[in-house]
């Protein structure tokens, strides 16, 4: 598959704060990607690099396509409503939205309402209808479904996932890792200006080696265990419960998941 952007050996300081230290990584064309770190490691100073909003020291970056920003922080006059946003939008971009596009992300719904009466999910669906409007080719989402609620999450997971099913490419800015793993083809995690990690949910889990949770129920109460072998440490829960008399009333097993992985990683447990 072929790069829809490139970035080779990306530097970046403030002042005598080096923030980017030559990050290199490929985002594939038609992948959902994150970018994914701690709290002030760099992760929008690189996207507002590869945006084109943002000066960088040194390092290339090309984008082969067109891109739509739908940036977090954007908001709109208080008092204008949805669809002169979106004519605004259009206006700039020298196109028309397309109708479609609109319906699906229901603006029709909340068209007469104005701006500051919108709800964080309606105004969620009409920030990315504007980020849609010049039918872009890669698309970045910063935390797209931040303070919505279970049902505008799956219903705007399901627009992310129908822009894919289009052939668009997303890159995700999320700090919800159950979103990350459900959403992304690939992810990049960066630590210390570098790239810590580049690939799949299932091969991150691969890299960093199996890690069991254990919860345990039982008479006397409930109790946890990590281990890196399950069978071995079952064998031997079981056999130190059985020794003490103590009845075992359920038992269950989780696989590390992304979160788990992303907190060992934040917190410095594996490098
Ligand atoms: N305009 C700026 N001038 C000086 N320092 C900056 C500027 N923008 C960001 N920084 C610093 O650069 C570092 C990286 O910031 P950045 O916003 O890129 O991180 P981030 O990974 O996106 O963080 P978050 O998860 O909190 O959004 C931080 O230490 C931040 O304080």
């Known amino acids: 598959m072929s790069a829809a952007i490139e970035v080779k050996?990306?530097?970046?300081?403030?002042?005598?704060?080096?923030?980017?230290?030559?990050l290199s990584f490929n985002v594939l064309k038609g992948e959902i990607f994150a970018l994914l770190g701690v709290n002030g490691v760099g992760k929008t100073t690189a996207l507002e690099c590869i945006e084109g909003l943002r000066k960088y020291d040194s390092g290339s970056i090309v984008v082969n396509g067109k891109m739509g920003i739908q940036l977090q922080s954007s908001s709109l006059p208080a008092n204008i409503r949805p669809l002169e946003a979106v004519r605004l939008?259009?206006?700039?971009?020298?196109?028309?939205?397309?109708?479609?596009?609109?319906?699906?992300?229901?603006?029709?719904?909340?068209?007469?309402?104005?701006?500051?009466?919108?709800?964080?999910?309606?105004?969620r669906?009409?920030?990315l209808a504007l980020a849609l409007i010049s039918d872009p080719d890669i698309i970045f989402l910063d935390e797209p479904t931040a303070g919505l609620d279970v049902e505008g999450r799956v219903s705007l997971h399901g627009q992310i996932r129908e822009l894919k099913a289009q052939g668009k490419t997303i890159i995700l800015a999320s700090h919800d890792m159950a979103e990350v793993e459900s959403l992304c083809d690939r992810i990049a995690i960066l630590n210390d200006g570098t790239l810590f990690f580049l690939g799949s949910v299932a091969e991150l889990s691969a890299k960093l080696g199996k890690r069991y949770t254990i919860h345990i129920k039982?008479?006397?109460?409930?109790?946890?265990f990590v281990s890196d072998n399950i069978a071995e440490t079952m064998l031997a829960l079981l056999e130190d419960f059985r020794l003490r008399n103590i009845e075992v009333l359920d038992i269950k097993i989780d696989q590390g998941n992304l979160e788990q992985h992303f907190m060992n990683i934040a917190r410095g447990n594996i490098k």
Do not use: C
């Open 89 to 123: 939008f259009a206006k700039w971009n020298k196109t028309q939205a397309n109708p479609a596009m609109l319906a699906s992300l229901g603006i029709s719904e909340f068209s007469e309402k104005q701006y500051a009466a919108l709800s964080t999910g309606q105004k």
């Open 125 to 127: 669906r009409l920030h």
């Open 218 to 224: 039982t008479a006397q109460g409930d109790k946890s």
């Open 9 to 22: 050996g990306l530097k970046k300081s403030y002042g005598r704060h080096t923030v980017l230290k030559g």
